[in-house]
């Protein structure tokens, strides 16, 4: 979820000394203009990228004449995409980030915790920028083969969108971070820097230990002090490889772009925008309004009504903020009406969350696809049945628990009004059916098909729902933009990564692991899961995936088990620690969506958190939910 959301805090405002009066007001202003400079570009791209693959469907299946050069030029325009979106969401200290432990520290620890976040972030992009122009200056001798290009184009896009952040990290610091927080943190970081470089001769002799050195101590102290999990994965990253092995530090950048150049992974940004459209066109509330009519009359009527349309909004829009943000206001008032507890409504808000992770066109179903060769179809086809199974389980726990409420001042809604509601909703619940036939009839790839979403939604929401607000359009590009940079930057950081364990063997080491583990398949179902819960706690579901997915995937071949079932078990198991508390950002993220205290609902959401662990455990079980339909 991938969550598509992260728990963030801003070292603005916190209330620390900063530089005089004139000079914040002229930091202001500079940090204003290079908003517009970012921004501006970004939005645009991800119209250009709308317009360039849906050119590419008209043409090849309207006109059966193929636009040869469309995907080449989608994939120069999404790494500027990407770039451009990862600046803004530091500009607006929107990577995804840990945050559990900063808010449980006192104020003065919180604020030393964020300063060193922020440096933490230029220490990583000063690192990168020389290696970044030293690629980008490789890629002059590369021409693109349809467009006829210099690669140098598109590969700049690395230089300068590092060199963006590192202004943007100057100008945080500057304007909002107390000096001595700054120079603490900046001691610390040259402290650590120097610790390692004198400690280089003994490294060099430690092997694979380095491995827990780095992506375990090092990872997790960066992790769990706040730092963004990007700049996390790309500091311990690089510090391995320019202390511990001869690989030139250019490698870094290599697989960076290596991780965010996947054409599928354009579907990212382009179902995120999906997401904010079918809010912004009313056709999420159209298909909660349908749901509430049917069930709204009986006992937990509109807990299944939540439940149901999580299951629906996640098969058209694939980001996990959308869903919840689409459905949540629509509900929760009457919800909370009817005498529901916001607890309640928070944790199984955050519950849904991880039930429909599997639900095509989730952006984490994307990403398994891209990282580890899955078909994206076959994913899309198996992720159906999973969410079903799990909804069940949630709906069960539901009836238990509001087995005796008083509905006696509900009215049920006549058979007219149910039908009425049916007529206005059409058009939202055909979407992800249209969405499906596209891709099983060849009539777009799984990432062309949000543009046919996108044009339909636009459509939807002009000629038939009356309600299309061109001012949000804007604003939504550049949140589309911003939440895609901070996905991508991960998957490119977490991509380095995966090339360093993969080189130092330890792919090999985990293969003979977990092929002894006892219980054959079965057993190695079971630790999985147990891993993809901790992990997704911890790192999220995007880097997770894309860490460990090349490492396990082959590995799950070998002893047995469908790729797609073994898929599906990581991704519900990995959304189970992604939205439960107290680590899982994503509950907070559900928390911050229907503005209800964390503290609410931690209580109720273990009852969900059990049936949620059933329903992965029938999963596991039972292979036919995962490919029944292959």
């Known amino acids: 979820m991938q969550i598509d959301v992260a728990a963030v805090e801003s070292t603005a405002g916190i ?6 009066l004139r000079a914040r007001g002229w930091l202001r202003r500079l940090d204003a203009g290079l908003g517009y400079l970012v921004e501006i570009p970004a939005a645009l791209l991800v119209l250009a990228e709308i317009a360039v693959l849906l050119g590419g469907v008209v043409s090849r299946y309207v006109f059966r004449d193929p636009i040869i050069w469309s995907d080449e030029l989608a994939s120069i325009l999404f790494l500027w995409l990407a770039m ?6 530091f500009r607006r200290a929107e990577h995804m ?15 030393f915790l964020e ?10 992009v000063a690192l990168l920028l020389e290696p970044a122009f ?19 184009w598109r590969a700049a896009a690395l230089p300068i969108g590092l060199g963006l952040m590192l202004i943007v990290a100057l100008i945080r610091l500057l304007e909002t ?11 610390l970081g040259g402290g650590v820097a120097a610790g390692l470089l004198a400690l280089q001769p003994w490294l060099a002799n430690l092997g694979n230990l380095n491995l827990l050195l780095f992506f375990v101590v090092g990872v997790g102290a960066l992790v769990f002090s706040g730092v963004p999990i ?30 965010m150049s996947h054409l599928i992974l354009l579907a990212v940004p382009l179902f995120v925008f999906l997401g904010l459209l079918i809010e912004m066109t009313g056709m999420a509330r159209a298909m909660v309004g349908f749901l509430a009519s049917l069930l709204g009359h009986v006992r937990g009527g509109l807990h299944y009504v939540l439940v149901g349309a999580m299951y629906l909004v996640s098969g058209i829009s694939g980001s996990k903020a959308a869903d919840m943000a689409a459905v949540a206001p629509v509900l929760f008032p009457e919800m909370k009406a009817r005498g529901a507890k916001e607890g309640d409504l928070v944790a199984l808000l955050a519950t849904t969350g991880a039930q429909t992770e599997t639900i095509p066109p989730s952006i984490v179903l994307i990403t398994i696809g891209s990282v580890t060769g899955v078909s994206i179809t076959a994913l899309f086809t198996g992720g159906l049945l999973p969410g079903l199974v799990l909804a069940a389980t949630l709906c069960a726990l539901v009836w238990w628990r509001y087995r005796r409420e008083d509905l006696s001042h509900v009215a049920r809604p006549s058979g007219r009004v149910i039908g009425r509601a049916f007529l206005v909703a059409i058009p939202a619940l055909a979407l992800p059916f249209v969405i499906r036939f596209a891709v099983v009839e060849g009539i777009a790839t799984a990432t062309e098909v949000s543009t046919i979403g996108i044009v339909y939604a636009a459509l939807a929401g002009l000629l038939i729902y009356r309600q299309f607000e061109w001012r949000r359009l804007y604003p939504m590009l550049v949140t589309t933009a911003t939440l895609s940079g901070a996905i991508l930057l991960i998957i490119g950081a977490a991509t380095g990564m995966a090339w ?29 899961a147990f891993a993809f819960i901790i992990l997704g706690s911890v790192l999220e579901g995007i880097p997770a995936i894309v860490l460990f997915g090349p490492l396990l995937f082959p590995i799950a071949r070998a002893v047995g088990v469908h790729e797609v079932h073994y898929a599906m078990v990581v991704i519900l198991a990995m959304g189970i620690g992604l939205f439960a508390p107290p680590f899982g950002v994503g509950y907070y993220a559900a928390c911050a969506i229907s503005r209800i205290h964390p503290d609410a609902g931690m209580r109720p959401i273990v009852g969900y958190i059990v049936a949620l662990l059933i329903g992965l455990l029938v999963i596991i079980l039972v292979p036919w939910f995962s490919i029944g339909f292959l």
């Open 15 to 20: 209330g620390l000394s900063g530089p005089p």
């Open 84 to 89: 451009l979106g990862a600046v803004v969401a």
């Open 97 to 111: 980030r840990m945050t559990a432990f900063v808010a449980m520290s006192g104020p003065r620890l919180r604020a």
């Open 115 to 124: 300063t060193v976040a922020l440096v933490a972030g230029l220490i990583f």
């Open 134 to 152: 030293e690629f980008a200056s490789e890629e002059t001798f590369v021409q693109t083969p349809a467009l006829e290009l210099n690669n140098a």
């Open 177 to 187: 971070a107390d000096w001595k927080l700054t120079a603490g943190a900046l001691v």
């Open 230 to 259: 990007a700049f996390a994965f790309g500091l311990s990253t690089f510090a391995y490889i320019a202390l511990t092995t001869d690989a030139p530090s250019m490698v870094v950048v290599g697989r960076m772009d290596e991780g």
């Open 500 to 528: 360093a364990l993969t080189q130092s063997g330890f792919s090999q080491t985990l293969a003979e692991v977990m092929k002894s583990l006892p219980g054959g398949a079965l057993g190695f179902l079971f630790v999985s």
